[in-house]
T-cell receptor
């Protein structure tokens, strides 16, 4: 069964550093998403991406965040200057239509 | 704004017993509803979804859920729980005009021998 692949599985970074989280969506999918889950809290929507542009974003997705599809296969989330409160599990998802998500296994980001 | 409430943070069920996890949603129109499961260190796996039609939907791993509009509920059930079902379960709602999911806080299922 096709999978969404996320790398790395765990990343530790120092406060103020830039991080890039990488995702390889399912190859024929057109819609891409990032969600995050702070430890002990609910999964929250960050951003959706379609046709090479952001289609929706939450209030969490401020100027510190950006997304990119640098080539035909990768979808990245960049956090420009990490803060302690950015520590969370970040999930990438993709879908062929707007209703059929497949999530990756996540990247645990720890900011120290 | 849409929201999802999962009133039980933890539930413990004996292996072989039946299970019901509660989910209530708040949304003005007919929602699209989902249940996901997350095992420790794993991603979110879709168990089942409801868009329209039959209000009782069947999912993977023997799970089912029933949409009750009058109660704004979408409870997840399984007739006989296995130890491998121990995980965290998330209910989610999607606004039919958009494609983003709003999740509940999750229910951690513990299975006792």
């Amino acid at each position: 069964e096709p999978e969404v692949t996320q790398t790395p599985s765990h990343q530790v970074t120092q406060m103020g550093q830039e991080v890039i989280l990488r995702c390889v969506p399912i190859s024929n999918h057109l819609y891409f998403y990032w969600y995050r889950q702070i430890l002990g809290q609910k999964v929250e929507f960050l951003v959706s991406f379609y046709n090479n542009e952001i289609s929706e974003k939450s209030e969490i997705f401020d100027d510190q965040f950006s997304v990119e599809r640098p080539d035909g296969s990768n979808f990245t989330l960049k956090i420009r200057s990490t803060k302690l409160e950015d520590s969370a599990m970040y999930f990438c998802a993709s879908s062929a239509s707007t209703y059929g998500y497949t999530f990756g296994s996540g990247t645990r980001l720890t900011v120290v | 704004a849409q929201s999802v409430t999962q009133p039980d943070i933890h539930i413990t069920v004996s292996e072989g017993a039946s299970l019901e996890l509660r989910c209530n949603y708040s949304y003005g129109a007919t929602p699209y509803l989902f249940w996901y499961v997350q095992s420790p260190g794993q991603g979110l796996q879709l168990l089942l979804k409801y868009f329209s039609g039959d209000t009782l939907v069947q999912g993977i791993k023997g799970f089912e859920a029933e949409f009750k509009r009058s109660q704004s509920s979408f409870n997840l059930r399984k007739p006989s729980v296995h130890w491998s079902d121990a995980a965290e379960y998330f209910c989610a709602v999607m606004n039919s005009g958009y494609s983003t999911l709003t999740f509940g806080k999750g229910t951690m299922l513990l299975v006792s021998p």
